[in-house]
């Protein structure tokens, strides 16, 4: 199990370490890494999303209502934690007490969650990711 996580997270991190170091040497200029990231946030990542959610037979779609519940439950509950602890134990306003509550229970999904989960659980792992990355 450790190899197959190692050789699914490696080129991960690869291509991170990649994209660092195109970005100090100055390969893109900022016009080329606003254009990549549209691309990328606005067309392909909901693009792919869908076309999983679309091929999805309709009782495996129902099938996933447990885990869409879990999830829900998790990040709301996770926001509501953090809203708490920001507020009355470190005393912030309320703006910052829900942004830290944002920042901590808002999954990255669907940006690590297609070659990672791919990788390891297999295509059907995309339903999965549309589910996070909706209640999100």
């Known amino acids: 199990m450790i190899l197959t996580a190692t050789t699914v997270v490696l080129p991960v991190f690869f291509v991170l370490a ?4 195109a970005g ?11 254009g990549l990231s549209e ?4 067309y392909a990542l909901p693009a792919m999303l869908f076309v999983a959610t679309v091929q999805t037979p309709r009782e495996r779609l129902l099938s ?3 885990y869409a519940l879990a999830l829900l439950i998790a990040i709301v ?3 509501l934690v953090v809203v708490f602890v920001s507020t009355r134990i470190l005393h912030h306003s309320l703006g910052e007490a829900a942004l ?28 999965s990711i549309a589910f996070a ?3 999100s």
Not at 24 to 34: E, I, S, T
């Open 133 to 135: 990355a909706t209640l």
């Open 39 to 42: 691309l990328v946030l606005d």
């Open 77 to 79: 509950g996770l926001f």
């Open 24 to 34: 100090r040497a100055r390969k893109f200029d900022p016009d080329q890494v606003a």
């Open 18 to 21: 990649l994209g660092y170091f």
């Open 64 to 66: 996933e209502g447990a």
């Open 100 to 127: 830290q509550a944002n920042l901590a229970s808002y999954p990255s999904v669907a940006f690590f969650g297609p070659p990672i989960f791919q990788g390891l659980f297999g295509a059907s792992s995309l339903l």
